[in-house]
Antibody, heavy 120, light 107 residues
Framework: EVQLVESGGGLVQPGGSLRLSCAAS????????MDWVRQAPGKGLEWVGR??????????EYAASVKGRFTISRDDSKKSLYLQMNSLKTEDTAVYHC???????????WGQGTLVTVSS | DIQMTQSPSSLSASVGDSVTITCRAS??????LDWIQQKPGKAPKSLIY???SLQGGVPSRFSGSGSGTDFTLTISNLQPEDFATYYC?????????FGPGTKVDFK
């Protein structure tokens, strides 16, 4: 059974940092691109960014709203995905979902998410 | 960026009804269009990929069509577990973008 379990969310002050983790199981993690998608309270879905796999040099893509502040990384040996968030803003408050990308590039499996609240 | 719009933003229906949700892209995205279902407090779930292909385990009452800029999601014989919010999403180019969602609730 595919499982994606996020952790690391919490309350942080504006300007602060937080690192989210996503533990994957039930599939060959290293074979997949992985994404982060967020959802602000009561709002829709917003794509945050992507990490490709080793064969694609682990290259990354980011939404303009987080580029330069957020960094996506992965550790295939630990089957884990990470999101390092720096210079956090109140508008970064959201549930952050870890998402598997299929071979046809659709977002085929989503984690439950972890809540990040940026507030003073 | 490619903008995605959906209509209606919400609709009310009854069990057994057939409903159709429309999604439009601001430019040609070929068939790089997926549909995602989200229930309150739950993880989003992929329903349809490549505009019309059903994700494994998804009931056949869900169907998708379209290409280019105009797409539809149809749910036939609506079931109680189908009341949810539905999002379209394009992956033709970065950044990936989602429609604003269509909430399907009980009439």
């Amino acid at each position: 059974e595919v499982q994606l379990v996020e952790s690391g969310g919490g309350l942080v002050q504006p300007g602060g940092s937080l690192r989210l983790s996503c533990a994957a199981s039930g599939f060959t993690f290293s074979d997949h691109y992985m994404d982060w998608v967020r959802q602000a309270p009561g709002k829709g879905l917003e794509w945050v960014g992507r990490t490709r796999k080793k064969a694609n040099s682990y290259t990354t893509e980011y939404a303009a709203s987080v580029k330069g502040r957020f960094t996506i990384s992965r550790d295939d040996s630990k089957k884990s995905l990470y999101l390092q968030m720096n210079s956090l803003k109140t508008e970064d408050t959201a549930v952050y979902h870890c998402v598997r990308v299929s071979g046809t590039y659709n977002l085929d499996f989503w984690g439950q998410g972890t809540l990040v609240t940026v507030s003073s | 960026d490619i903008q995605m719009t959906q209509s209606p933003s919400s609709l009310s229906a009854s069990v057994g009804d057939s409903v159709t949700i429309t999604c439009r892209a601001s430019q040609d995205i070929s068939s790089y269009l997926d549909w995602i279902q989200q229930k309150p407090g739950k993880a989003p779930k992929s329903l349809i990929y490549a505009a019309s292909s059903l994700q494994g385990g998804v009931p056949s009452r869900f169907s998708g069509s379209g290409s280019g800029t105009d797409f539809t999601l149809t749910i036939s014989n609506l079931q109680p577990e189908d009341f949810a919010t539905y999002y379209c999403q394009q992956h033709k180019s970065y950044p990936l973008t989602f429609g604003p969602g269509t909430k399907v609730d009980f009439k």
